[in-house]
């Protein structure tokens, strides 16, 4: 399927704030929303008009909008995050994408997800099992799916301390292939897909879009850029230093359809 739009949203001042383990030092501000700007940019360029949402100071973590709502099939459901701290970003992305979603669906109470544990691989989606989404939420999203046709595999992270999200270990390359980090590689959920691992030393590699005739890859990662040229992607990196010392990558700073 081809993408026509994208949701983002820039950080704010307080973006240094939001959450993360990474121990990379504080992210520069200035840096953040630079390299935000050419994603957003990058986007445009391959042909996607933009829903832009304002900076939030009060939510440090909001550029990481693809954690409040998974689009599939022309339709959007909202999540519900995990991360208390995070679960006020919803209200305004639901009030953005209500325009082109009107029969928005959410994910409620009890259940929490985010939708950095959603992999969609064509008519297949991959759920993940974490701190954030919980049994009850990836249960209220598969039902979700499946009435609009699409199966989907939980798996488990949990045990895998590297992974905040499935999608920090998991893409989907189009067709049958799978770009995964090293803790995946084996996964028996993956069993009949063709799985690529992502190079040694190069596992925040792991989490990359496909945005149509496009991989975009987080820059400084050359083995992984060289494996997906072979493969025969046209490859684009984008420097996102300062959203990798948060915990988030590519994936994270937009919803797309
Ligand atoms: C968080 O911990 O929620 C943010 N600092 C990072 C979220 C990254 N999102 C993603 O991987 N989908």
Redesign the pocket.
């Known amino acids: 399927m081809r993408f026509t739009r994208a949701l983002v949203r820039p950080p704010a001042d307080t973006f240094a704030d ?3 383990s990474s121990n990379l030092g504080p992210p520069d501000p200035a840096l953040a929303r630079a390299q935000h700007e050419t994603y957003c940019r990058s986007l445009e360029r391959l042909g996607l008009s933009l829903v832009r949402l304002a900076p939030d100071p009060a939510f440090p ?1 909001s550029p ?1 909008v ?2 409040t709502a998974i689009v599939a099939r022309g339709d959007a459901i909202l999540a519900r ?1 995990g ?1 208390p701290s ?1 679960a006020g970003e919803v209200a305004s992305v639901r009030e953005a994408l209500g325009r082109w979603f009107p029969t928005i669906a959410r994910i409620t109470a009890p259940g929490t997800l ?3 544990d959603v992999c969609e691989a064509g008519a297949h989606v991959f759920i993940g099992r974490s701190e ?1 989404t919980n049994a009850e939420g990836a249960a209220q999203l598969a039902t979700w799916l499946s009435a609009h046709g699409l199966g989907s595999t939980l798996i488990d992270i949990r045990d895998v301390p590297a992974l ?2 499935l ?2 270990g998991l893409s989907w390359l189009g067709g049958r292939r799978l770009l995964v980090s090293e803790d995946l590689e084996k996964h028996e959920a993956l069993a009949g897909w063709n799985v690529v691992r992502v190079p040694a030393g190069e596992a925040y590699a792991a ?1 990359c879009i496909r945005v149509n005739d496009t991989m975009l890859v987080p820059e400084g990662f050359p083995a992984t850029r060289e494996l997906l040229e072979r493969l025969g992607e046209t490859v684009v990196a984008l420097d996102v230093s300062e959203y990798q010392k ?4 590519l ?2 700073l937009s919803v797309r359809w």
């Open positions: 939001g959450i993360t973590d990481f693809e954690d995050p991360a995070r985010d939708g950095g954030r905040l999200h999608k920090t989490n948060m915990d988030g990558g994936s994270c």
